[in-house]
């Protein structure tokens, strides 16, 4: 198997498994976990805090044929906030990561869930051909409590605990108008 291989040639599995495709002999893995999770929908709280967390910081990634895998990170202070998402998308995440923010000023945790087909949906909504997140038109029918609770914890503020607000600058003009409207 791959992982002999690997361990007799002190080469990463990953990389033996990428020569044999590049030589086009198929490759199988027997009895993974994450191709069952792979066929487990996504449920309906699940979906709405994707949702919520794409329109925040969340960001969705192409892996593979049409599966996706979403990232999403907040820093030492957000943790509790972190820890929360991490459990509601239990089982599709299983480790994260705490590490240096890249200007070196804060403490971030980090997660990647698994690819999984139910992601495609929710891409094709919020991303053009050219990878730019956008505001989707059927955006109401998925704008629940839940969505706009962790779109608000991802980029709200409460401006002299008068005024909250949700920060849209990442969309354009005509999205923000869309926002408006919904």
């Known amino acids: 198997n791959i992982k002999e291989i690997a361990k007799e040639h002190n080469i990463s599995a990953p990389a033996i498994s990428r020569l044999l495709k590049s030589k086009n002999i198929e490759v199988k893995f027997i009895g993974r976990q994450y191709d069952i999770l792979r066929q487990t929908p ?13 329109l925040g910081d969340g960001c969705l990634y192409r892996e593979g044929k049409g599966l996706y895998k979403l990232s999403f990170g907040h820093c030492e202070k957000q943790k509790e906030y972190f820890l929360w998402k991490y459990a509601m998308l239990d089982p599709f995440v299983n480790t994260y990561r705490k590490s240096i923010d890249k200007r070196g000023n804060s403490i971030m945790y980090q997660t990647t869930t698994i690819c999984h087909k139910d992601f495609a949906k929710f891409a094709e909504m919020f991303y053009d051909k050219n990878r730019k997140k956008h505001i989707p038109d059927n955006l109401d029918m998925y704008v629940t409590p839940l969505a706009l609770c962790t779109w608000y914890l991802d980029d709200g503020s409460l401006n002299e605990g008068v005024n909250a607000r949700i920060h849209t600058l990442c969309f354009d003009y005509n999205d923000n108008v869309k926002l408006q409207n919904y």
């Open 42 to 54: 996504i449920n309906k709280k699940q979906q709405e805090l994707i949702v919520g967390s794409v």
